[in-house]
Protein backbone atom coordinates (compact mmCIF):
# COMPACT_ATOMS: atom_id res chain seq x y z
CA UNK A 1 0.00 0.00 0.00
CA UNK A 2 2.62 2.19 0.60
CA UNK A 3 4.70 1.66 -2.13
CA UNK A 4 7.97 4.22 -2.76
CA UNK A 5 7.27 7.15 -5.21
CA UNK A 6 9.90 8.06 -7.26
CA UNK A 7 11.02 11.86 -6.98
CA UNK A 8 10.47 12.85 -10.20
CA UNK A 9 7.18 11.66 -10.06
CA UNK A 10 6.74 13.84 -6.87
CA UNK A 11 7.96 17.01 -7.99
CA UNK A 12 5.53 15.91 -11.46
CA UNK A 13 2.58 15.89 -8.86
CA UNK A 14 3.25 18.63 -7.10
CA UNK A 15 4.06 20.80 -10.70
CA UNK A 16 0.67 19.77 -12.26
CA UNK A 17 -1.03 20.43 -9.25
CA UNK A 18 0.10 23.75 -8.96
CA UNK A 19 -0.46 24.20 -12.43
CA UNK A 20 -3.95 23.82 -12.05
CA UNK A 21 -4.41 25.12 -8.86
CA UNK A 22 -3.26 28.68 -10.88
CA UNK A 23 -5.41 27.78 -14.12
CA UNK A 24 -8.48 27.68 -11.36
CA UNK A 25 -7.87 30.53 -9.45
CA UNK A 26 -7.12 32.35 -13.06
CA UNK A 27 -10.92 31.16 -13.87
CA UNK A 28 -12.52 32.32 -10.57
CA UNK A 29 -10.83 35.65 -10.90
CA UNK A 30 -12.16 36.16 -14.31
CA UNK A 31 -15.60 35.24 -13.60
CA UNK A 32 -15.82 37.70 -10.62
CA UNK A 33 -13.88 40.50 -11.81
CA UNK A 34 -14.53 40.50 -15.71
CA UNK A 35 -17.45 39.16 -15.13
CA UNK A 36 -16.83 36.70 -17.97
CA UNK A 37 -19.85 33.66 -17.32
CA UNK A 38 -18.83 30.76 -19.36
CA UNK A 39 -19.75 27.23 -18.49
CA UNK A 40 -15.88 26.55 -17.49
CA UNK A 41 -16.11 30.14 -15.57
CA UNK A 42 -18.92 29.05 -13.48
CA UNK A 43 -18.09 25.89 -12.75
CA UNK A 44 -14.99 26.83 -11.30
CA UNK A 45 -16.80 29.51 -8.77
CA UNK A 46 -19.47 26.98 -7.90
CA UNK A 47 -16.74 24.88 -6.80
CA UNK A 48 -14.75 27.21 -5.03
CA UNK A 49 -18.48 28.50 -3.87
CA UNK A 50 -18.44 24.81 -1.61
CA UNK A 51 -17.39 25.95 1.34
CA UNK A 52 -20.02 28.67 1.26
CA UNK A 53 -22.45 25.96 0.94
CA UNK A 54 -21.58 23.21 3.80
CA UNK A 55 -21.24 26.62 5.84
CA UNK A 56 -24.74 27.57 4.90
CA UNK A 57 -25.78 23.72 5.18
CA UNK A 58 -24.55 23.35 8.62
CA UNK A 59 -25.00 26.49 10.51
CA UNK A 60 -28.57 26.50 11.71
CA UNK A 61 -30.95 29.64 10.50
CA UNK A 62 -33.95 28.60 12.76
CA UNK A 63 -34.80 25.90 15.40
CA UNK A 64 -36.36 23.74 12.51
CA UNK A 65 -34.12 24.96 9.55
CA UNK A 66 -30.88 23.55 8.93
CA UNK A 67 -30.86 24.17 5.20
CA UNK A 68 -30.65 28.12 4.27
CA UNK A 69 -33.84 28.09 1.62
CA UNK A 70 -32.71 31.82 0.24
CA UNK A 71 -29.26 30.44 -1.37
CA UNK A 72 -31.50 30.12 -5.14
CA UNK A 73 -32.87 33.39 -4.73
CA UNK A 74 -30.32 35.67 -4.47
CA UNK A 75 -28.99 37.38 -7.23
CA UNK A 76 -25.91 36.08 -9.42
CA UNK A 77 -24.90 39.40 -9.65
CA UNK A 78 -23.99 41.25 -6.06
CA UNK A 79 -22.73 44.24 -7.36
CA UNK A 80 -25.37 46.56 -5.57
CA UNK A 81 -26.02 44.61 -2.65
CA UNK A 82 -24.54 47.45 -0.21
CA UNK A 83 -27.08 49.84 -1.76
CA UNK A 84 -29.88 51.06 -0.40
CA UNK A 85 -32.60 48.96 -0.56
CA UNK A 86 -35.94 49.71 -2.36
CA UNK A 87 -37.00 52.63 -4.28
CA UNK A 88 -34.94 56.03 -4.27
CA UNK A 89 -36.53 59.13 -6.19
CA UNK A 90 -34.89 61.39 -7.71
CA UNK A 91 -38.18 63.97 -8.07
CA UNK A 92 -40.58 65.64 -5.67
CA UNK A 93 -44.01 63.20 -5.32
CA UNK A 94 -46.87 64.52 -7.58
CA UNK A 95 -44.50 65.79 -9.70
CA UNK A 96 -45.15 62.88 -12.51
CA UNK A 97 -48.75 62.48 -13.13
CA UNK A 98 -48.12 61.24 -16.32
CA UNK A 99 -46.48 58.20 -14.77
CA UNK A 100 -48.01 55.56 -13.59
CA UNK A 101 -47.72 52.12 -11.21
CA UNK A 102 -45.26 49.86 -10.99
CA UNK A 103 -46.46 46.20 -9.68
CA UNK A 104 -43.06 44.70 -8.36
CA UNK A 105 -42.79 40.92 -7.73
CA UNK A 106 -40.02 40.06 -4.96
CA UNK A 107 -38.97 37.38 -1.96
CA UNK A 108 -39.58 38.97 1.52
CA UNK A 109 -37.16 38.12 3.82
CA UNK A 110 -39.27 39.38 6.35
CA UNK A 111 -42.70 37.15 5.82
CA UNK A 112 -40.21 34.20 4.39
CA UNK A 113 -42.59 34.36 1.06
CA UNK A 114 -42.81 36.03 -2.61
CA UNK A 115 -45.16 39.16 -2.55
CA UNK A 116 -46.25 41.14 -5.40
CA UNK A 117 -46.27 45.09 -4.40
CA UNK A 118 -48.17 47.92 -6.75
CA UNK A 119 -46.77 50.97 -6.17
CA UNK A 120 -47.41 54.89 -7.06
CA UNK A 121 -44.54 55.87 -8.84
CA UNK A 122 -46.30 59.80 -9.39
CA UNK A 123 -47.09 59.83 -5.23
CA UNK A 124 -44.03 57.34 -4.68
CA UNK A 125 -46.26 55.01 -2.33
CA UNK A 126 -47.09 51.79 -1.96
CA UNK A 127 -50.34 51.19 -2.81
CA UNK A 128 -51.12 47.58 -2.04
CA UNK A 129 -49.28 43.98 -1.32
CA UNK A 130 -50.35 40.34 -2.62
CA UNK A 131 -48.92 37.54 -0.43
CA UNK A 132 -48.15 33.71 -2.03
CA UNK A 133 -48.50 30.96 -0.01
CA UNK A 134 -48.12 28.03 -2.35
CA UNK A 135 -46.76 25.05 0.02
CA UNK A 136 -49.89 23.03 0.53
CA UNK A 137 -51.33 24.38 -3.10
CA UNK A 138 -48.42 22.97 -4.72
CA UNK A 139 -48.32 19.94 -2.50
CA UNK A 140 -51.66 18.77 -3.70
CA UNK A 141 -51.42 19.02 -7.22
CA UNK A 142 -51.47 15.62 -9.62
CA UNK A 143 -49.52 16.93 -12.29
CA UNK A 144 -46.25 15.39 -12.94
CA UNK A 145 -43.77 17.01 -14.88
CA UNK A 146 -39.54 16.47 -15.94
CA UNK A 147 -39.69 20.29 -15.01
CA UNK A 148 -40.47 20.66 -11.91
CA UNK A 149 -41.16 19.02 -8.69
CA UNK A 150 -43.94 20.29 -6.89
CA UNK A 151 -43.21 19.74 -3.51
CA UNK A 152 -39.42 19.52 -3.13
CA UNK A 153 -38.83 22.37 -5.46
CA UNK A 154 -41.66 25.15 -4.49
CA UNK A 155 -41.91 25.62 -0.84
CA UNK A 156 -43.10 29.09 0.03
CA UNK A 157 -39.73 29.95 1.85
CA UNK A 158 -38.05 29.32 -1.55
CA UNK A 159 -40.67 30.19 -4.24
CA UNK A 160 -40.28 33.12 -6.39
CA UNK A 161 -43.42 34.35 -8.13
CA UNK A 162 -42.84 36.10 -11.36
CA UNK A 163 -44.27 38.46 -13.95
CA UNK A 164 -47.48 39.15 -12.04
CA UNK A 165 -50.12 40.39 -14.58
CA UNK A 166 -52.46 42.65 -13.24
CA UNK A 167 -56.38 42.23 -14.08
CA UNK A 168 -58.95 44.95 -13.74
CA UNK A 169 -60.62 43.51 -10.54
CA UNK A 170 -57.24 43.54 -8.47
CA UNK A 171 -56.66 39.35 -8.96
CA UNK A 172 -53.13 38.18 -10.07
CA UNK A 173 -52.53 36.26 -12.57
CA UNK A 174 -49.09 34.50 -11.82
CA UNK A 175 -46.58 31.82 -12.08
CA UNK A 176 -43.24 30.46 -10.06
CA UNK A 177 -39.31 31.20 -11.24
CA UNK A 178 -38.26 28.37 -13.26
CA UNK A 179 -42.22 27.52 -14.74
CA UNK A 180 -45.58 26.39 -12.72
CA UNK A 181 -48.69 25.83 -13.56
CA UNK A 182 -50.91 29.52 -13.91
CA UNK A 183 -52.00 30.87 -10.08
CA UNK A 184 -54.85 33.39 -10.10
CA UNK A 185 -54.78 35.51 -6.60
CA UNK A 186 -57.25 37.35 -5.42
CA UNK A 187 -56.84 40.98 -3.59
CA UNK A 188 -57.22 38.82 0.13
CA UNK A 189 -54.24 37.02 -0.88
CA UNK A 190 -56.79 33.87 -1.62
CA UNK A 191 -54.45 31.53 -3.84
CA UNK A 192 -55.97 28.78 -6.30
CA UNK A 193 -54.26 27.51 -9.33
CA UNK A 194 -55.89 29.36 -12.85
CA UNK A 195 -54.56 26.63 -15.25
CA UNK A 196 -52.99 23.35 -13.61
CA UNK A 197 -52.21 21.10 -17.03
CA UNK A 198 -48.93 22.16 -17.52
CA UNK A 199 -45.81 24.07 -16.54
CA UNK A 200 -46.18 27.82 -18.13
CA UNK A 201 -42.94 30.06 -17.92
CA UNK A 202 -41.15 33.13 -18.90
CA UNK A 203 -43.82 36.03 -20.31
CA UNK A 204 -47.56 36.28 -19.45
CA UNK A 205 -49.18 38.59 -21.87
CA UNK A 206 -53.13 39.60 -22.59
CA UNK A 207 -54.92 41.30 -25.50
CA UNK A 208 -58.25 42.06 -25.74
CA UNK A 209 -59.54 39.76 -28.96
CA UNK A 210 -63.66 39.40 -29.80
CA UNK A 211 -64.45 41.55 -26.61
CA UNK A 212 -62.86 38.83 -24.41
CA UNK A 213 -59.43 38.69 -22.95
CA UNK A 214 -57.21 36.18 -23.55
CA UNK A 215 -54.03 35.53 -21.64
CA UNK A 216 -50.71 34.91 -24.49
CA UNK A 217 -47.98 32.17 -22.24
CA UNK A 218 -45.03 30.54 -22.95
CA UNK A 219 -45.47 26.37 -21.88
CA UNK A 220 -44.00 23.13 -22.39
CA UNK A 221 -45.63 20.18 -23.95
CA UNK A 222 -45.15 17.21 -21.87
CA UNK A 223 -44.79 14.35 -23.09
CA UNK A 224 -43.03 16.12 -25.87
CA UNK A 225 -44.06 15.91 -29.24
CA UNK A 226 -41.26 15.96 -31.30
CA UNK A 227 -38.78 13.68 -29.09
CA UNK A 228 -41.45 12.18 -26.72
CA UNK A 229 -39.14 9.30 -25.76
CA UNK A 230 -36.82 11.50 -24.43
CA UNK A 231 -37.07 12.86 -20.30
CA UNK A 232 -36.63 16.80 -20.09
CA UNK A 233 -36.38 17.92 -23.62
CA UNK A 234 -38.09 21.36 -23.90
CA UNK A 235 -40.69 21.06 -25.87
CA UNK A 236 -41.57 24.60 -25.79
CA UNK A 237 -44.54 26.18 -27.26
CA UNK A 238 -47.14 29.35 -27.26
CA UNK A 239 -50.48 28.51 -25.15
CA UNK A 240 -53.20 31.27 -25.55
CA UNK A 241 -56.27 30.76 -22.47
CA UNK A 242 -59.43 32.40 -22.20
CA UNK A 243 -59.75 34.33 -18.52
CA UNK A 244 -61.00 30.85 -16.98
CA UNK A 245 -57.82 28.99 -18.00
CA UNK A 246 -58.55 27.05 -20.70
CA UNK A 247 -56.39 26.48 -23.60
CA UNK A 248 -58.07 27.81 -26.63
CA UNK A 249 -54.64 27.64 -28.97
CA UNK A 250 -51.56 25.37 -28.13
CA UNK A 251 -48.35 25.06 -30.69
CA UNK A 252 -45.05 23.52 -30.48
CA UNK A 253 -42.28 25.89 -31.37
CA UNK A 254 -40.58 23.43 -33.08
CA UNK A 255 -43.29 21.90 -35.21
CA UNK A 256 -43.47 25.65 -36.49
CA UNK A 257 -39.97 25.57 -37.97
CA UNK A 258 -40.23 22.57 -39.57
CA UNK A 259 -43.76 23.59 -41.25
CA UNK A 260 -42.62 26.31 -42.14
CA UNK A 261 -39.10 24.63 -43.71
CA UNK A 262 -37.16 25.86 -41.21
CA UNK A 263 -36.22 22.67 -39.44
CA UNK A 264 -32.32 22.37 -40.13
CA UNK A 265 -32.10 25.31 -38.04
CA UNK A 266 -33.29 23.20 -35.04
CA UNK A 267 -32.04 19.73 -35.80
CA UNK A 268 -28.94 20.54 -38.18
CA UNK A 269 -26.90 20.57 -34.82
CA UNK A 270 -26.21 17.65 -32.76
CA UNK A 271 -29.08 16.89 -29.67
CA UNK A 272 -29.67 19.71 -27.40
CA UNK A 273 -32.73 19.56 -24.84
CA UNK A 274 -33.15 23.57 -25.09
CA UNK A 275 -33.02 24.54 -28.88
CA UNK A 276 -35.44 27.40 -28.23
CA UNK A 277 -35.78 28.25 -25.17
CA UNK A 278 -38.71 30.69 -25.76
CA UNK A 279 -39.03 33.60 -23.28
CA UNK A 280 -41.58 35.66 -24.69
CA UNK A 281 -44.88 35.51 -26.40
CA UNK A 282 -46.00 39.01 -27.60
CA UNK A 283 -49.70 39.59 -29.19
CA UNK A 284 -50.06 42.27 -31.71
CA UNK A 285 -52.58 44.31 -30.89
CA UNK A 286 -53.22 46.54 -34.12
CA UNK A 287 -52.86 46.31 -37.96
CA UNK A 288 -49.24 47.52 -38.55
CA UNK A 289 -47.70 48.17 -42.20
CA UNK A 290 -46.07 44.47 -41.51
CA UNK A 291 -48.19 42.66 -39.31
CA UNK A 292 -51.85 42.39 -38.53
CA UNK A 293 -53.58 42.41 -35.08
CA UNK A 294 -53.41 38.62 -33.33
CA UNK A 295 -50.04 37.85 -35.09
CA UNK A 296 -47.56 37.27 -32.17
CA UNK A 297 -43.85 38.35 -31.96
CA UNK A 298 -41.46 35.30 -30.77
CA UNK A 299 -38.51 36.02 -28.63
CA UNK A 300 -35.91 32.68 -29.14
CA UNK A 301 -33.17 32.83 -26.60
CA UNK A 302 -30.74 30.23 -27.60
CA UNK A 303 -31.76 30.55 -31.29
CA UNK A 304 -30.47 34.41 -30.48
CA UNK A 305 -34.26 34.73 -33.11
CA UNK A 306 -37.22 37.32 -33.23
CA UNK A 307 -40.00 35.76 -35.46
CA UNK A 308 -43.18 37.04 -36.52
CA UNK A 309 -46.09 34.30 -36.49
CA UNK A 310 -49.39 34.31 -37.44
CA UNK A 311 -51.07 31.39 -35.58
CA UNK A 312 -54.58 31.63 -38.06
CA UNK A 313 -52.28 30.08 -40.88
CA UNK A 314 -49.45 28.86 -38.88
CA UNK A 315 -47.01 30.76 -40.85
CA UNK A 316 -43.81 32.55 -40.43
CA UNK A 317 -44.05 35.90 -41.74
CA UNK A 318 -40.69 37.17 -40.82
CA UNK A 319 -37.38 36.28 -38.69
CA UNK A 320 -34.06 37.68 -37.89
CA UNK A 321 -31.64 36.06 -36.14
CA UNK A 322 -29.04 38.86 -34.17
CA UNK A 323 -27.47 41.54 -33.68
CA UNK A 324 -28.95 40.76 -30.57
CA UNK A 325 -27.60 37.94 -28.84
CA UNK A 326 -29.49 35.81 -25.78
CA UNK A 327 -32.50 38.01 -25.87
CA UNK A 328 -35.66 38.89 -24.07
CA UNK A 329 -38.94 40.98 -24.23
CA UNK A 330 -39.61 42.36 -27.73
CA UNK A 331 -42.28 45.09 -27.78
CA UNK A 332 -44.07 47.03 -30.33
CA UNK A 333 -43.63 50.38 -30.77
CA UNK A 334 -45.25 51.64 -33.67
CA UNK A 335 -46.60 50.05 -36.67
CA UNK A 336 -43.53 49.15 -38.08
CA UNK A 337 -41.00 49.51 -35.29
CA UNK A 338 -39.96 46.96 -32.68
CA UNK A 339 -38.07 47.11 -29.53
CA UNK A 340 -36.09 44.15 -28.55
CA UNK A 341 -33.96 44.01 -24.89
CA UNK A 342 -30.41 42.41 -25.87
CA UNK A 343 -28.81 40.66 -23.20
CA UNK A 344 -25.53 40.73 -25.58
CA UNK A 345 -24.69 37.54 -23.58
CA UNK A 346 -23.99 34.51 -25.36
CA UNK A 347 -22.89 30.65 -23.85
CA UNK A 348 -19.54 32.10 -24.04
CA UNK A 349 -20.28 34.76 -21.83
CA UNK A 350 -20.57 38.72 -21.57
CA UNK A 351 -20.15 40.30 -25.02
CA UNK A 352 -20.65 44.11 -23.27
CA UNK A 353 -23.48 45.93 -21.92
CA UNK A 354 -26.62 45.08 -22.72
CA UNK A 355 -29.18 47.30 -24.24
CA UNK A 356 -31.77 47.93 -26.16
CA UNK A 357 -32.36 47.84 -29.78
CA UNK A 358 -35.04 49.03 -32.66
CA UNK A 359 -35.45 46.99 -35.74
CA UNK A 360 -37.77 49.35 -38.34
CA UNK A 361 -39.61 46.78 -40.86
CA UNK A 362 -39.41 49.84 -43.52
CA UNK A 363 -35.65 50.17 -43.47
CA UNK A 364 -34.59 46.85 -42.19
CA UNK A 365 -31.94 49.07 -39.71
CA UNK A 366 -30.86 48.73 -36.35
CA UNK A 367 -30.45 51.58 -33.68
CA UNK A 368 -29.63 51.51 -30.77
CA UNK A 369 -31.82 54.14 -28.49
CA UNK A 370 -30.90 54.84 -24.79
CA UNK A 371 -27.04 53.88 -25.27
CA UNK A 372 -25.98 56.50 -23.12
CA UNK A 373 -27.83 55.19 -19.91
CA UNK A 374 -26.71 51.30 -20.16
CA UNK A 375 -23.00 52.40 -20.97
CA UNK A 376 -23.45 55.02 -17.72
CA UNK A 377 -25.32 52.74 -15.53
CA UNK A 378 -23.10 49.63 -16.93
CA UNK A 379 -26.16 47.72 -17.26
CA UNK A 380 -25.68 43.94 -17.60
CA UNK A 381 -27.66 40.97 -16.91
CA UNK A 382 -26.58 37.88 -18.59
CA UNK A 383 -29.89 36.33 -18.91
CA UNK A 384 -33.79 37.21 -17.84
CA UNK A 385 -34.00 41.50 -18.36
CA UNK A 386 -36.81 43.62 -19.40
CA UNK A 387 -37.12 47.13 -20.76
CA UNK A 388 -40.05 49.09 -21.75
CA UNK A 389 -40.55 52.74 -23.67
CA UNK A 390 -42.77 54.74 -21.32
CA UNK A 391 -44.44 57.93 -22.33
CA UNK A 392 -41.95 57.19 -25.84
CA UNK A 393 -39.18 59.78 -24.13
CA UNK A 394 -38.43 57.25 -20.65
CA UNK A 395 -37.41 53.69 -20.64
CA UNK A 396 -37.94 51.45 -17.78
CA UNK A 397 -35.14 48.65 -16.97
CA UNK A 398 -35.21 45.80 -14.90
CA UNK A 399 -31.51 44.35 -14.64
CA UNK A 400 -32.67 40.98 -13.47
CA UNK A 401 -29.61 39.46 -12.41
CA UNK A 402 -28.58 42.06 -10.28
CA UNK A 403 -32.27 42.63 -8.45
CA UNK A 404 -32.03 46.53 -9.91
CA UNK A 405 -34.29 48.71 -11.37
CA UNK A 406 -34.45 51.98 -12.88
CA UNK A 407 -36.96 54.52 -14.70
CA UNK A 408 -34.59 57.16 -17.10
CA UNK A 409 -35.54 59.69 -19.87
CA UNK A 410 -34.03 59.87 -22.90
CA UNK A 411 -31.36 62.58 -21.70
CA UNK A 412 -29.81 59.80 -19.50
CA UNK A 413 -30.96 61.10 -16.16
CA UNK A 414 -32.04 58.84 -13.91
CA UNK A 415 -35.98 59.52 -12.66
CA UNK A 416 -35.95 56.29 -9.68
CA UNK A 417 -34.23 52.96 -9.01
CA UNK A 418 -34.93 50.26 -7.29
CA UNK A 419 -32.44 47.56 -5.45
CA UNK A 420 -34.34 44.36 -4.40
CA UNK A 421 -31.69 43.84 -1.21
CA UNK A 422 -32.54 42.11 1.83
CA UNK A 423 -31.95 42.24 5.39
CA UNK A 424 -29.35 38.98 4.99
CA UNK A 425 -26.74 41.44 3.10
CA UNK A 426 -27.74 40.12 -0.24
CA UNK A 427 -29.13 41.19 -3.19
CA UNK A 428 -32.11 39.17 -4.65
CA UNK A 429 -33.21 38.54 -8.18
CA UNK A 430 -35.53 40.56 -9.59
CA UNK A 431 -38.63 38.89 -11.01
CA UNK A 432 -40.43 40.45 -13.93
CA UNK A 433 -41.58 43.70 -12.70
CA UNK A 434 -44.36 45.39 -15.06
CA UNK A 435 -44.81 49.06 -15.23
CA UNK A 436 -48.82 49.80 -15.45
CA UNK A 437 -50.04 53.11 -17.53
CA UNK A 438 -51.62 55.37 -15.23
CA UNK A 439 -55.68 55.10 -16.54
CA UNK A 440 -54.96 51.35 -15.72
CA UNK A 441 -53.96 51.75 -12.39
CA UNK A 442 -56.00 54.24 -11.23
CA UNK A 443 -58.62 51.63 -11.47
CA UNK A 444 -57.21 49.07 -10.43
CA UNK A 445 -56.70 51.05 -7.42
CA UNK A 446 -60.11 52.23 -6.78
CA UNK A 447 -61.14 49.06 -7.03
CA UNK A 448 -58.94 47.54 -4.44
CA UNK A 449 -59.61 50.21 -2.15
CA UNK A 450 -62.91 48.63 -1.96
CA UNK A 451 -61.72 45.38 -0.29
CA UNK A 452 -62.52 44.24 2.72
CA UNK A 453 -61.15 40.88 2.85
CA UNK A 454 -62.04 39.90 6.45
CA UNK A 455 -66.01 40.37 5.02
CA UNK A 456 -64.83 38.30 1.57
CA UNK A 457 -62.99 35.80 3.65
Not at 372 to 378: G, Q, R, S, V
Request: charged letters at 25%; a negative charge.
Amino acid sequence: MFKKIELWVLFLIIYLFLISAIFFGYLVRDFHKNKNNTSLTSVADKIASIPEYLKEIFTLGSDSEIINPHIGLRANDQRFKDKKSGFTFFYKKGDKPDLGYLLINRFDLDREKSVSELYDLNLQEKVYQWEFDVTDLYASLALKSEHFDFKRDAPTNRNLIMHSLLMKNGDLISRSQGGSPLLRNNPCSELEIFAGDSIYHHSIESMIHDNKELLYVSKFIEPSVVYPNRKKFNDDAIAILDLDGNVLFEKSIVKIFEENDMGALIFGENYHRDPIHLNDVQPVMYDGKYWKKNDIFLSFRNQSMIMLYRPETNKVLWYQQGPWSYQHDVDILNDHTIQVFDNNASNRGKRGNSRVLTYNFETKKIQTPFSNIFENEKIYTGTRGRAENILNDKIFIEETNSGRMLLADINGDILWEYYANEIDGYSYSGAWSRYINRDYGDIVKTKLGDVDCEISS
